[in-house]
């Protein structure tokens, strides 16, 4: 099974970008990157997905090595609501997916 | 839509007993699946349905009973709950296979095992 690895922990000032990253290195062809994170005291919630190429969306942008090794999720301009455990997931065929312990992050006013 | 919605909110066993976690969804959704979360940890899959009459095991089934008799319901059978079943309990729901489907996540149940 493809996993993920990301850093315990990291913080950010408020305002200013942050950038989360992911390293799978297992990854085969056909596993899309998903990132969800997950507020305290809530079910997580989706952020953005992305196969090969960048991607940018309301909540974030994700950017994806070439050798699709890693990927960086990108919040642009990190505030007190973004405080939360980000969760990279590699998303097969069969709908599973497989969760690690995500990082935690901390935004400091 | 109400989403994902998950019944109770909080919940306190006695060893032994038994219980139903009730999950549902109004989006029409094909897939739905259960997670268990234990403190400082991430999701693991427990049972998961691809549709009405199709249920199969996640990476931690032991304990735990599914079935799906319609679209919307997706309950939770803990048949005899021990202490090591004390987590918190998320259902999801997504449309069908497909690698890029996201998934919505109801707002999950805290169960403790005495």
């Known amino acids: 099974d493809a996993k993920t690895t990301q850093p315990n922990s990291m913080e950010s000032n408020e305002e200013e970008p942050v950038h989360l990253p992911c390293n799978h290195s297992?990854?085969?062809?056909?596993?899309?990157i998903h990132w969800y994170r997950q507020l305290p005291s809530q079910g997580p919630e989706y952020v953005i997905h992305?196969?090969?190429s960048n991607v940018n969306n309301r909540m974030a942008s994700l950017a994806i090595a070439e050798d699709r090794k890693s990927s960086t999720l990108i919040l642009h301009r990190a505030t007190l609501r973004d405080a939360a455990v980000y969760y990279c997931?590699?998303?097969?065929?069969?709908?599973?997916?497989?969760f690690g312990t995500g990082t935690s992050l901390t935004v400091i006013p | 839509n109400a989403g994902v919605t998950q019944t109770p909110k909080f919940q306190v066993l006695k060893t032994g007993q038994s219980m139903t976690l009730q999950c549902a969804q109004d989006?029409?959704?094909?897939?739905m699946s259960w997670y268990r979360q234990d403190p400082g940890m991430g999701l693991r899959l427990i049972h998961y349905?691809?549709?009405?009459?199709?249920?199969d095991q996640g990476e931690v089934p032991n304990g735990y009973n599914v079935s799906r008799s319609t679209t919307e319901d997706f309950p939770l059978r803990l048949l005899s709950a021990a202490p090591s079943q004390t987590s918190v309990y998320f259902c999801?729901?997504?449309?069908?296979?497909?690698?890029?489907?996201?998934?919505?996540f109801g707002p999950g149940t805290r169960l403790t095992v005495l």
């Open positions: 999801a729901s997504s449309y069908p296979n497909s690698p890029y489907n996201e998934q919505f």
């Open positions: 349905s691809v549709g009405a009459g199709i249920t």
């Open positions: 989006m029409n959704h094909e897939y």
């Open positions: 297992t990854i085969s062809g056909t596993d899309y």
């Open positions: 992305g196969l090969t």
């Open positions: 997931i590699l998303r097969f065929t069969g709908n599973q997916f497989y």
